[in-house]
């Protein structure tokens, strides 16, 4: 099993702000990513790559 990943403060906030039914889906994709890419910390500025990628893939 992948190790556990740390959260920034900030960004853990952010999704925590997000509505309740999308922050497993939030934290699902930006916890995928974080691994792809070797991170061992979620920080704000992967949360907005990862929302950028999720947004550019929908038009």
Same mark, same amino acid.
């Given at each position: 099993?992948?190790?556990?990943?740390?959260?920034?403060? @900030? !960004?853990? *906030?952010?999704?925590?702000?997000?509505?309740?039914?999308?922050?497993?889906?939030?934290?699902? #994709?930006?916890?995928? @990513? !974080?691994? *792809?890419?070797?991170?061992?910390?979620?920080?704000?500025?992967?949360?907005?790559?990862?929302? #950028?990628?999720?947004?550019?893939?929908?038009?």
């Amino acid at each position: 099993m992948a190790t556990k990943l740390e959260w920034d403060e @900030a !960004a853990k *906030q952010r999704v925590d702000a997000a509505p309740f039914f999308v922050r497993k889906l939030i934290r699902h #994709k930006v916890e995928k @990513a !974080a691994r *792809q890419q070797g991170l061992e910390r979620i920080t704000e500025e992967l949360l907005d790559k990862v929302k #950028k990628k999720q947004m550019d893939s929908q038009k």
